[in-house]
């Protein structure tokens, strides 16, 4: 289906937008690229500068300064400079727990958590340049150990609560983290995720690790944890201890770091087996988040703004707490599960709190659908004026439904292209400016240069598909992977020269909007979540029943793509249900149920090329049930093997 409907922002929404027209955000674009020095002065005056910034960029491929001659603590952009304003009172973060407990944080009280923690961390030994991991489910806590880690330089490393002590333990140690934060368990679908049983197991493998701090969620009459004697110590009781006066002092007037001092890891898939640590940096991010946050959404006073995404993965990271933070917003904040107790709790937690920005994945507004529009019918969704959709491309029909039932026909829809790389949203519509094409990401973010390119790096005609790639470096991109700046060059910046290879395919149409077709790596997205196909394939193959696996995915009308994986088994084990289950177990213990296979297929052999590499394009075609192969076998080792695999088909 070609999909060229345009939909409009009304005169209304526009007369009050930051942007108001087309043509004013061409000409800020333009400005950005052709003189980034004057756009970049005018638009970093919010942020809190101890020493302003010298020199916009120094670029030597692959290594990027921002900023340069600033020095900053990113906290008092996100907190301190509010408490001298009316945001002051003003809630920062207004949660609801799973259970229906509701928590509003004001600008005061988060930076007075910040600071106490803060100074908490510091008498336990942490200084700038240490890493933190942080280990928790979606409470203001989770925040607060951010922003303490920001306020005293260390560099923060989110593991998501979904991931097992496994992926737990092997984040800790690519990082050398010296404390974990946790808590003892979060809400879920009404069951507790015991959180603080998984970072035990971690940390008995994870030697970095000193103390491991764990706050009270679940309170008293749920999993009893275990405390361990000098290591563990209760956030509460942390916080209540009196701080040296050194380190109060320290959390209360932060030291200012370099532009390009670290400010946090964060793990994420690619298409070779180990977890790419990708780190960002302090001024160059917040400047990325800040002016998105402050475009994209448009924020203003009286907003409440609703990410639903978990701070473990980038879109919290940026649009939860460091974004919004930086622009004095609300944020509402919900701890659980969209489906429970019912398919009615989003729509129920906005009437409930007022919500007026809503910025969710399409994966969740695919479910929304599929449960029945008597579900969002039962509360009134008149606060809502703008939504969002990040993390997948969007189908039409998904746009269509959540443009007409969510947003009543009214909210202009912004589809935002980024990655975790990216730190910062890099495709979008601006909601006042432009009009919206349903599964259309929109137009470049300002100070980034995108395109799509062929092989050769020539660029795509209108509407011819290619390869999406960066053409000069924006301030909130990576700066390396953790140690392990070979491969950051490797991965990024060498597959076409001089450019960055987002991994993602695109077609640009004629009137300059990007349609982002989704990964032509070995990387998966599976209901909004990046899952590496070679990471699947070692954590099988360390199963002892296994001796090779291939993971590949399929279409799937919910999760945008199924993950299945064919298996061959090594000599005397037995292809069965059992084993299915006992593979996915292992999957659950290596990485999380989250990376859970919708199909296991056991097979004799895998489709391998004569050089022996597994042909990973035809097991896409047959797990989508092709009945013919459609592209080349010339190089397949044994035609044989296709013919079997099709026979076998579930
Ligand atoms: O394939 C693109 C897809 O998600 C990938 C990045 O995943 P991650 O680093 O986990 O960050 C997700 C949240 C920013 C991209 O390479 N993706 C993200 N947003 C969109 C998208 N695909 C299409 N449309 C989007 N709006």
Redesign the pocket.
């Known amino acids: 289906m070609k999909e060229d409907r345009r939909f409009t922002p009304s005169a209304e929404f526009s007369k009050r937008a930051r942007v108001r027209s087309h043509a004013e955000y061409r000409t800020m674009h333009q400005l950005s690229l052709d003189e980034p020095e004057t756009f970049w002065r005018e638009h970093t005056t919010d942020l809190v500068f101890r020493t302003p910034w010298k020199t916009f960029l120094e670029w030597s491929l692959p290594k990027a300064r921002f900023f340069g001659g600033a020095t900053l603590n990113l906290t008092e952009t996100c907190l301190d400079r509010h408490l001298a304003t009316e945001a002051r009172t003003r809630a920062a973060i207004v949660f609801e727990g799973e259970p229906g407990d509701v928590r509003t944080l004001t600008y005061f009280e988060l930076h007075r958590e910040v600071v106490r923690l803060t100074a908490a961390l510091a008498d336990l030994g942490v200084v700038a340049g240490d890493r933190v991991a942080i280990y928790m489910g979606m409470v203001p806590e989770a925040a607060v150990a951010m922003l303490a880690c920001a306020r005293l330089g260390a560099t923060h490393s989110v593991v998501f609560g979904g991931f097992s002590s496994d992926a737990l333990r092997d984040r800790i140690n690519d990082s050398g983290a010296k404390v974990l934060l946790t808590q003892d368990g979060a809400w879920r679908r009404g069951n507790v995720v015991p959180l603080k049983k998984m970072a035990d197991d971690a940390v008995a493998q994870a030697p970095s690790i000193e103390k491991v701090v764990v706050l009270r969620r679940l309170g008293a009459g749920h999993t009893p944890v275990q405390m361990k004697e000098g290591k563990d110590i209760w956030w509460d009781d942390l916080l209540s201890r009196t701080a040296s006066e050194a380190s109060a002092k320290l959390a209360r007037t932060p030291p200012a770091f370099d532009a390009e001092h670290p400010l946090f890891i964060l793990y ?1 898939s690619g298409s070779t087996g180990k977890p790419k640590g990708v780190l960002h940096t302090t001024a160059g991010y917040l400047a990325g988040v800040h002016i998105t946050s402050k475009f994209v959404f448009d924020l203003r006073e009286g907003d409440l703004y609703w990410c639903t995404a978990d701070v473990g ?3 919290g990271h940026s649009y939860l707490v460091y974004g919004p933070l930086s622009c004095g917003a609300t944020v509402m904040m919900y701890e659980g599960a969209p489906n429970f107790p019912d398919w009615g709790r989003f729509w129920n937690i906005i009437e409930k709190h007022g919500v007026t920005i809503l910025y969710t994945a399409p994966t969740a507004i695919r479910a929304f659908i599929r449960a029945g529009d008597d579900w969002p019918a039962k509360s009134d969704l008149s606060s809502l004026r703008l939504l969002g ?6 189908n039409p029909e998904a746009w269509t439904w959540y443009h007409r039932v969510i947003g009543g026909g009214r909210c202009p829809i912004v ?7 990216t730190g910062a949203i890099m495709l979008t519509t601006l909601p006042g400016a432009c009009y919206s094409k349903p599964g259309a ?1 929109g137009l470049p973010s300002f100070g980034v240069d995108i395109a799509v390119v062929k092989d050769d790096g020539s660029e795509c005609s209108a509407n011819e598909g290619g390869k999406l790639v960066v053409k000069r470096p924006w301030p909130s991109m990576a700066r390396t992977l953790y140690k392990d700046d070979a491969r950051y060059a490797e991965s990024y910046w060498s597959q076409l020269p001089g450019v960055y290879f ?3 395919g695109a077609r640009r149409d004629e009137d300059g909007y990007f349609w ?1 077709t ?2 032509i790596d070995d990387v998966l ?1 599976v209901a909004g979540h ?1 899952i590496g196909t070679a990471e699947i394939e070692s954590a099988l193959v360390s199963h002892p029943a296994v001796a090779e696996a291939a993971a590949v995915g399929k279409p799937d009308d919910l999760k945008g793509q199924a993950l299945v994986v064919f298996v061959t088994l090594k000599a005397g084990q037995t292809a069965d249900k059992l084993l299915k289950e006992k593979l996915t177990e292992h999957i659950d213990r290596e990485i999380g149920k989250f990376a859970r296979p919708d199909s296991i297929r056991f097979t004799d052999a895998l489709p391998k090329t004569r050089s022996g590499k597994i042909m990973r394009r035809l097991l896409k075609e047959i797990a989508s049930g092709a009945a013919e192969t459609k592209g080349d076998t010339s190089t397949l080792e044994d035609l044989g093997v296709l013919a079997k695999l099709r026979a076998d088909e579930e």
């Not at 589809?415 to 790389?421: A, I």
């Open positions: 994420t993965w980038v879109t959709s990040v993390g997948e491309p969007i589809d935002t292209w980024w990655q975790t790389e990401t987002t991994g993602d982002v989704g990964r997205n990046r």
